[in-house]
Protein backbone atom coordinates (compact mmCIF):
# COMPACT_ATOMS: atom_id res chain seq x y z
CA UNK A 1 0.00 0.00 0.00
CA UNK A 2 2.39 2.82 -1.22
CA UNK A 3 0.24 5.79 -1.09
CA UNK A 4 -0.07 9.36 0.23
CA UNK A 5 -3.33 10.62 2.08
CA UNK A 6 -5.55 12.54 -0.25
CA UNK A 7 -8.71 14.35 0.88
CA UNK A 8 -11.26 13.91 4.05
CA UNK A 9 -14.57 12.71 4.42
CA UNK A 10 -17.10 11.32 6.64
CA UNK A 11 -20.32 9.31 5.86
CA UNK A 12 -22.76 10.24 8.83
CA UNK A 13 -24.45 6.94 10.06
CA UNK A 14 -27.99 6.08 11.49
CA UNK A 15 -29.31 4.30 14.46
CA UNK A 16 -29.70 0.42 15.10
CA UNK A 17 -32.76 0.44 15.48
CA UNK A 18 -34.58 -0.12 19.07
CA UNK A 19 -34.98 -4.36 19.88
CA UNK A 20 -35.00 -6.51 22.64
CA UNK A 21 -31.47 -7.16 21.74
CA UNK A 22 -30.49 -4.00 22.46
CA UNK A 23 -31.64 -4.15 26.57
CA UNK A 24 -30.19 -8.13 26.62
CA UNK A 25 -26.57 -6.89 25.51
CA UNK A 26 -25.64 -5.39 28.71
CA UNK A 27 -21.80 -7.71 28.50
CA UNK A 28 -19.09 -5.18 28.15
CA UNK A 29 -15.07 -4.87 28.12
CA UNK A 30 -13.56 -2.04 29.60
CA UNK A 31 -10.05 -1.67 31.61
CA UNK A 32 -11.08 -1.49 34.84
CA UNK A 33 -13.07 -4.27 37.08
CA UNK A 34 -15.31 -2.05 39.11
CA UNK A 35 -16.58 1.24 38.34
CA UNK A 36 -15.82 3.98 40.85
CA UNK A 37 -19.27 4.12 43.14
CA UNK A 38 -19.39 7.59 44.42
CA UNK A 39 -21.67 8.76 48.20
CA UNK A 40 -24.50 10.63 47.40
CA UNK A 41 -26.89 12.78 49.20
CA UNK A 42 -29.35 10.39 49.59
CA UNK A 43 -26.97 7.18 49.91
CA UNK A 44 -24.53 6.99 52.59
CA UNK A 45 -21.40 5.99 51.03
CA UNK A 46 -20.82 2.55 52.90
CA UNK A 47 -23.90 1.35 52.20
CA UNK A 48 -23.02 1.73 48.93
CA UNK A 49 -19.67 -0.01 49.41
CA UNK A 50 -21.56 -2.90 51.19
CA UNK A 51 -24.16 -3.08 48.10
CA UNK A 52 -21.33 -3.42 45.79
CA UNK A 53 -19.20 -5.67 47.59
CA UNK A 54 -22.15 -8.06 47.28
CA UNK A 55 -21.74 -8.32 43.98
CA UNK A 56 -18.57 -8.65 44.10
CA UNK A 57 -18.83 -11.73 46.39
CA UNK A 58 -21.63 -13.44 44.17
CA UNK A 59 -20.23 -12.36 40.33
CA UNK A 60 -16.65 -11.22 39.74
CA UNK A 61 -15.58 -13.45 37.05
CA UNK A 62 -12.45 -12.08 35.88
CA UNK A 63 -8.72 -13.39 36.10
CA UNK A 64 -7.37 -11.89 39.06
CA UNK A 65 -4.87 -14.02 41.04
CA UNK A 66 -6.60 -12.69 43.95
CA UNK A 67 -10.40 -12.41 44.51
CA UNK A 68 -11.26 -9.18 45.04
CA UNK A 69 -13.33 -9.94 47.88
CA UNK A 70 -10.31 -10.25 50.59
CA UNK A 71 -9.46 -7.05 49.74
CA UNK A 72 -12.65 -5.29 51.02
CA UNK A 73 -12.35 -5.56 54.18
CA UNK A 74 -9.30 -2.94 54.26
CA UNK A 75 -11.17 -1.34 50.99
CA UNK A 76 -13.96 -0.51 53.27
CA UNK A 77 -11.70 0.50 56.61
CA UNK A 78 -10.25 3.52 54.58
CA UNK A 79 -13.35 4.54 52.55
CA UNK A 80 -14.66 5.11 56.29
CA UNK A 81 -11.57 7.12 56.96
CA UNK A 82 -11.48 9.05 53.74
CA UNK A 83 -14.84 9.47 52.30
CA UNK A 84 -16.98 12.48 53.14
CA UNK A 85 -19.04 13.56 49.87
CA UNK A 86 -19.52 13.18 46.24
CA UNK A 87 -17.46 13.77 42.95
CA UNK A 88 -19.17 15.76 40.45
CA UNK A 89 -17.97 15.03 36.43
CA UNK A 90 -16.59 17.97 35.41
CA UNK A 91 -17.12 19.74 31.62
CA UNK A 92 -14.06 19.08 29.22
CA UNK A 93 -13.46 21.02 26.30
CA UNK A 94 -13.11 17.97 23.83
CA UNK A 95 -8.98 17.07 24.02
CA UNK A 96 -7.94 13.39 24.04
CA UNK A 97 -4.21 13.68 24.74
CA UNK A 98 -1.05 11.89 25.67
CA UNK A 99 1.84 13.39 27.73
CA UNK A 100 4.89 12.88 25.88
CA UNK A 101 7.30 11.24 27.41
CA UNK A 102 11.27 13.23 28.07
CA UNK A 103 9.43 15.89 26.68
CA UNK A 104 7.00 18.79 27.33
CA UNK A 105 4.16 19.74 26.11
CA UNK A 106 0.84 17.74 25.39
CA UNK A 107 -0.36 16.31 21.92
CA UNK A 108 -3.22 15.80 20.60
CA UNK A 109 -4.40 12.08 19.46
CA UNK A 110 -7.94 13.52 18.77
CA UNK A 111 -10.85 15.93 19.32
CA UNK A 112 -14.61 15.26 20.13
CA UNK A 113 -16.72 16.62 17.23
CA UNK A 114 -18.65 19.52 18.88
CA UNK A 115 -16.18 20.33 21.31
CA UNK A 116 -14.82 23.65 22.28
CA UNK A 117 -11.49 22.04 20.73
CA UNK A 118 -13.39 21.35 17.71
CA UNK A 119 -14.43 24.64 17.07
CA UNK A 120 -10.98 25.60 17.99
CA UNK A 121 -9.92 24.14 15.23
CA UNK A 122 -7.73 21.82 17.03
CA UNK A 123 -6.77 18.74 15.32
CA UNK A 124 -4.64 15.33 15.99
CA UNK A 125 -1.13 16.11 15.65
CA UNK A 126 -1.72 19.67 17.19
CA UNK A 127 1.11 20.05 20.27
CA UNK A 128 -0.44 22.38 23.39
CA UNK A 129 2.77 23.95 25.05
CA UNK A 130 1.00 26.27 27.50
CA UNK A 131 -2.06 26.87 29.49
CA UNK A 132 -3.08 30.04 30.62
CA UNK A 133 0.65 31.16 30.20
CA UNK A 134 1.63 28.14 31.94
CA UNK A 135 4.53 26.25 30.43
CA UNK A 136 3.17 22.37 30.28
CA UNK A 137 6.35 21.05 31.47
CA UNK A 138 6.85 18.95 34.31
CA UNK A 139 6.25 14.90 34.53
CA UNK A 140 4.19 13.45 32.50
CA UNK A 141 1.25 12.98 35.05
CA UNK A 142 2.20 16.85 36.03
CA UNK A 143 1.13 17.88 32.55
CA UNK A 144 -2.22 16.34 32.73
CA UNK A 145 -2.80 17.56 35.83
CA UNK A 146 -2.62 20.80 35.02
CA UNK A 147 -4.94 20.72 32.20
CA UNK A 148 -7.86 18.98 34.27
CA UNK A 149 -7.03 21.93 36.58
CA UNK A 150 -7.54 24.88 34.04
CA UNK A 151 -10.51 23.08 32.35
CA UNK A 152 -11.72 22.94 36.00
CA UNK A 153 -11.23 26.59 36.64
CA UNK A 154 -13.11 27.66 33.29
CA UNK A 155 -12.00 29.37 30.35
CA UNK A 156 -8.83 28.29 29.24
CA UNK A 157 -6.01 29.97 26.88
CA UNK A 158 -4.06 27.28 25.11
CA UNK A 159 -0.83 27.94 23.03
CA UNK A 160 -1.04 25.80 20.62
CA UNK A 161 1.33 24.47 17.57
CA UNK A 162 1.12 22.71 14.26
CA UNK A 163 3.95 21.16 12.70
CA UNK A 164 5.03 23.62 9.99
CA UNK A 165 2.71 26.65 11.36
CA UNK A 166 3.81 29.34 13.79
CA UNK A 167 2.24 29.04 17.30
CA UNK A 168 -1.24 30.36 18.20
CA UNK A 169 -3.24 31.00 21.29
CA UNK A 170 -6.76 29.75 21.58
CA UNK A 171 -9.71 30.19 23.88
CA UNK A 172 -11.32 27.00 25.66
CA UNK A 173 -14.67 27.50 26.87
CA UNK A 174 -15.20 24.19 29.38
CA UNK A 175 -18.63 22.58 28.39
CA UNK A 176 -20.81 19.50 28.22
CA UNK A 177 -19.69 17.48 25.46
CA UNK A 178 -20.82 15.02 23.13
CA UNK A 179 -20.63 11.66 24.00
CA UNK A 180 -19.86 9.89 20.38
CA UNK A 181 -16.85 9.86 18.93
CA UNK A 182 -18.12 8.38 15.46
CA UNK A 183 -15.96 6.46 12.79
CA UNK A 184 -14.74 8.49 9.98
CA UNK A 185 -13.26 7.71 6.73
CA UNK A 186 -10.82 9.35 4.94
CA UNK A 187 -9.31 8.78 1.38
CA UNK A 188 -5.71 8.34 1.08
CA UNK A 189 -3.73 7.92 -2.21
CA UNK A 190 -4.26 5.26 -4.61
CA UNK A 191 -7.49 4.11 -3.42
CA UNK A 192 -6.87 3.49 -0.07
CA UNK A 193 -9.14 4.32 2.79
CA UNK A 194 -8.41 5.08 6.18
CA UNK A 195 -10.69 4.25 8.91
CA UNK A 196 -10.29 5.54 12.09
CA UNK A 197 -12.31 4.10 14.98
CA UNK A 198 -11.64 6.36 17.96
CA UNK A 199 -14.58 4.08 20.05
CA UNK A 200 -16.96 1.61 20.11
CA UNK A 201 -19.47 3.95 21.96
CA UNK A 202 -22.45 3.75 21.47
CA UNK A 203 -22.76 0.43 19.64
CA UNK A 204 -25.41 1.31 17.23
CA UNK A 205 -23.61 4.44 16.26
CA UNK A 206 -20.64 2.84 15.58
CA UNK A 207 -21.80 -0.43 14.29
CA UNK A 208 -24.05 1.64 11.68
CA UNK A 209 -20.93 4.02 10.52
CA UNK A 210 -18.45 1.35 10.65
CA UNK A 211 -20.28 -1.05 7.71
CA UNK A 212 -21.62 2.53 5.86
CA UNK A 213 -18.50 3.31 5.45
CA UNK A 214 -17.02 0.39 4.41
CA UNK A 215 -20.06 -0.04 1.95
CA UNK A 216 -19.40 3.14 0.33
CA UNK A 217 -15.03 2.24 0.20
CA UNK A 218 -16.57 -1.41 -1.56
CA UNK A 219 -18.96 0.74 -3.80
CA UNK A 220 -15.79 3.18 -5.16
CA UNK A 221 -13.74 0.33 -5.61
CA UNK A 222 -10.85 1.24 -2.68
CA UNK A 223 -7.61 -1.07 -3.65
CA UNK A 224 -6.97 -1.33 0.68
CA UNK A 225 -8.43 -0.19 4.10
CA UNK A 226 -6.40 0.69 7.19
CA UNK A 227 -8.59 0.28 9.75
CA UNK A 228 -7.14 2.30 12.95
CA UNK A 229 -7.75 0.96 16.44
CA UNK A 230 -5.24 3.44 18.35
CA UNK A 231 -6.13 4.66 21.86
CA UNK A 232 -9.69 3.11 21.45
CA UNK A 233 -10.40 2.67 25.01
CA UNK A 234 -13.10 0.01 23.70
CA UNK A 235 -17.27 -0.20 24.72
CA UNK A 236 -19.23 -3.28 24.25
CA UNK A 237 -19.15 -7.06 22.82
CA UNK A 238 -22.45 -5.97 20.41
CA UNK A 239 -19.98 -3.55 18.98
CA UNK A 240 -16.95 -5.95 18.48
CA UNK A 241 -18.97 -8.84 16.89
CA UNK A 242 -21.27 -6.60 14.95
CA UNK A 243 -18.63 -4.56 13.37
CA UNK A 244 -16.11 -7.40 12.66
CA UNK A 245 -19.48 -8.81 10.88
CA UNK A 246 -18.15 -6.08 8.12
CA UNK A 247 -14.75 -8.07 7.26
CA UNK A 248 -16.29 -11.64 7.53
CA UNK A 249 -19.50 -13.76 7.49
CA UNK A 250 -19.61 -15.00 10.79
CA UNK A 251 -18.20 -13.64 14.38
CA UNK A 252 -18.69 -14.99 17.96
CA UNK A 253 -17.81 -14.71 21.17
CA UNK A 254 -18.83 -17.06 24.05
CA UNK A 255 -18.79 -15.99 27.97
CA UNK A 256 -18.52 -17.66 30.93
CA UNK A 257 -18.38 -16.45 34.60
CA UNK A 258 -20.41 -17.62 38.34
CA UNK A 259 -23.69 -16.04 36.93
CA UNK A 260 -22.87 -15.56 33.11
CA UNK A 261 -22.93 -17.64 30.23
CA UNK A 262 -24.40 -17.23 26.78
CA UNK A 263 -23.32 -16.41 23.47
CA UNK A 264 -22.82 -13.64 20.23
CA UNK A 265 -23.15 -13.86 17.30
CA UNK A 266 -23.14 -12.48 13.98
CA UNK A 267 -24.13 -14.69 10.47
CA UNK A 268 -24.78 -12.50 7.37
CA UNK A 269 -25.79 -9.12 9.25
CA UNK A 270 -27.83 -11.29 11.33
CA UNK A 271 -26.92 -10.94 15.58
CA UNK A 272 -28.04 -13.31 17.96
CA UNK A 273 -27.93 -13.84 21.50
CA UNK A 274 -27.36 -17.38 22.52
CA UNK A 275 -27.83 -19.54 25.66
CA UNK A 276 -25.73 -22.26 27.28
CA UNK A 277 -27.61 -25.01 24.88
CA UNK A 278 -27.37 -23.09 21.56
CA UNK A 279 -31.00 -21.82 21.55
CA UNK A 280 -31.44 -18.03 20.07
CA UNK A 281 -32.98 -16.31 22.69
CA UNK A 282 -32.88 -12.93 21.16
CA UNK A 283 -32.06 -11.96 17.65
CA UNK A 284 -31.95 -8.44 15.51
CA UNK A 285 -31.01 -7.56 11.99
CA UNK A 286 -28.30 -5.00 10.89
CA UNK A 287 -29.58 -2.17 9.52
CA UNK A 288 -26.89 -2.09 6.96
CA UNK A 289 -24.73 -5.20 6.26
CA UNK A 290 -21.63 -4.43 4.28
CA UNK A 291 -18.92 -6.73 3.43
CA UNK A 292 -15.26 -5.94 2.54
CA UNK A 293 -13.41 -8.11 0.29
CA UNK A 294 -9.77 -6.30 -0.20
CA UNK A 295 -6.45 -5.37 1.59
CA UNK A 296 -7.25 -5.19 5.20
CA UNK A 297 -4.22 -3.58 7.78
CA UNK A 298 -4.94 -2.98 11.57
CA UNK A 299 -3.16 -0.28 13.47
CA UNK A 300 -2.71 -0.75 16.82
CA UNK A 301 -1.23 0.95 20.13
CA UNK A 302 -0.13 0.15 23.67
CA UNK A 303 -3.54 2.09 24.60
CA UNK A 304 -5.79 -0.08 22.53
CA UNK A 305 -7.75 -1.76 25.35
CA UNK A 306 -10.56 -4.27 25.70
CA UNK A 307 -12.92 -4.69 23.48
CA UNK A 308 -11.04 -2.59 20.78
CA UNK A 309 -8.29 -5.21 21.26
CA UNK A 310 -10.88 -7.98 20.83
CA UNK A 311 -12.07 -6.38 17.53
CA UNK A 312 -8.46 -6.26 16.57
CA UNK A 313 -7.55 -9.74 16.98
CA UNK A 314 -10.76 -10.76 15.75
CA UNK A 315 -9.63 -8.86 12.58
CA UNK A 316 -6.05 -10.14 12.23
CA UNK A 317 -6.87 -14.12 13.03
CA UNK A 318 -10.21 -14.42 11.02
CA UNK A 319 -10.26 -11.89 8.17
CA UNK A 320 -6.85 -11.92 7.42
CA UNK A 321 -5.49 -8.54 8.23
CA UNK A 322 -1.59 -7.64 9.24
CA UNK A 323 -1.85 -5.59 12.49
CA UNK A 324 1.02 -2.84 12.48
CA UNK A 325 1.76 -1.01 15.77
CA UNK A 326 2.42 -1.60 19.41
CA UNK A 327 1.05 -4.44 21.68
CA UNK A 328 -2.12 -3.96 22.90
CA UNK A 329 -2.78 -3.26 26.89
CA UNK A 330 -3.73 -7.01 27.35
CA UNK A 331 -7.54 -6.92 28.95
CA UNK A 332 -9.26 -8.52 26.06
CA UNK A 333 -10.09 -11.35 27.42
CA UNK A 334 -12.32 -10.98 29.97
CA UNK A 335 -15.92 -9.19 30.19
CA UNK A 336 -17.52 -6.78 32.27
CA UNK A 337 -21.34 -5.93 33.08
CA UNK A 338 -23.16 -2.91 34.11
CA UNK A 339 -25.37 -3.46 37.55
CA UNK A 340 -27.98 -0.82 38.64
CA UNK A 341 -27.24 0.32 42.31
CA UNK A 342 -29.66 1.39 45.07
CA UNK A 343 -29.14 5.41 44.58
CA UNK A 344 -29.74 4.93 40.89
CA UNK A 345 -25.96 4.55 40.08
CA UNK A 346 -24.05 1.62 37.88
CA UNK A 347 -21.48 -0.66 39.28
CA UNK A 348 -19.43 -2.09 36.09
CA UNK A 349 -17.83 -5.31 37.40
CA UNK A 350 -16.03 -8.01 35.52
CA UNK A 351 -18.14 -11.16 35.15
CA UNK A 352 -16.58 -13.19 32.91
CA UNK A 353 -14.54 -14.94 30.54
CA UNK A 354 -14.24 -14.71 26.80
CA UNK A 355 -13.53 -17.70 24.09
CA UNK A 356 -13.74 -17.79 20.57
CA UNK A 357 -16.55 -19.20 18.86
CA UNK A 358 -15.15 -22.48 18.77
CA UNK A 359 -14.22 -22.31 22.57
CA UNK A 360 -10.63 -21.53 22.56
CA UNK A 361 -10.00 -18.80 25.00
CA UNK A 362 -9.05 -15.32 23.57
CA UNK A 363 -5.86 -14.17 24.18
CA UNK A 364 -5.50 -11.01 26.83
CA UNK A 365 -3.54 -8.40 24.23
CA UNK A 366 -2.87 -8.02 20.64
CA UNK A 367 0.57 -9.10 19.13
CA UNK A 368 1.13 -6.83 15.84
CA UNK A 369 2.55 -8.49 12.85
CA UNK A 370 4.72 -5.54 12.32
CA UNK A 371 5.72 -3.62 14.96
CA UNK A 372 6.16 0.03 14.71
CA UNK A 373 6.29 2.83 18.08
CA UNK A 374 3.23 4.79 18.12
CA UNK A 375 5.36 8.17 19.50
CA UNK A 376 3.18 11.22 19.95
CA UNK A 377 6.33 13.33 19.48
CA UNK A 378 6.88 12.04 15.72
CA UNK A 379 2.95 13.00 14.90
CA UNK A 380 3.58 16.21 16.36
CA UNK A 381 6.39 17.00 13.96
CA UNK A 382 4.23 15.77 11.28
CA UNK A 383 4.79 11.75 10.88
CA UNK A 384 2.66 9.45 11.64
CA UNK A 385 4.72 6.17 11.33
CA UNK A 386 2.54 3.47 12.08
CA UNK A 387 0.23 4.77 9.27
CA UNK A 388 2.61 5.37 6.72
CA UNK A 389 4.35 2.19 7.42
CA UNK A 390 0.61 0.38 6.69
CA UNK A 391 0.57 2.14 3.93
CA UNK A 392 3.66 0.65 2.92
CA UNK A 393 2.65 -2.61 3.48
CA UNK A 394 2.33 -5.02 0.49
CA UNK A 395 -1.15 -7.19 1.62
CA UNK A 396 -2.19 -9.50 -0.87
CA UNK A 397 -6.08 -9.00 -1.55
CA UNK A 398 -7.85 -12.25 0.58
CA UNK A 399 -9.58 -14.81 -2.18
Excluded: K
Excluded at 197 to 205: C, G, K, Q, R, T
Excluded at 317 to 335: F, K, W
Amino acid sequence: MDRRRRSTNRIGGGLWRRSALRCALTLWCVGWALGAAVAQADAPALTLFDEVAQHLRLAYGGRAEIHPSQLLPTAREALVARCDGWVDCPEHVGLVVRAPRGSSGLVVLDVVPGSAAARADITRGDRILALDGVPLAGAACERLGQLEDAVAGGCVRALVLRAGAPPRRVDLVPGPVPRERPPSLTWLADGVGWLRVPSLLPAEVVVTDVHLLVAVATSVGADGSIVDLRDNLGGTYAAVVAAACAFQPTVGRLFVGPMVGFGLLCDEGLLRLVDPFGQTRVSDTLPVAARWGGELVVLVNAHTLSCAESLAWELQRHAGARVVGEATAGLADTAVQTLPLSNGMRLVLTVATVYDLDGSPVPARVTPDVFVLDDPLRLAEGHDDPLDVALRLPVPRRP
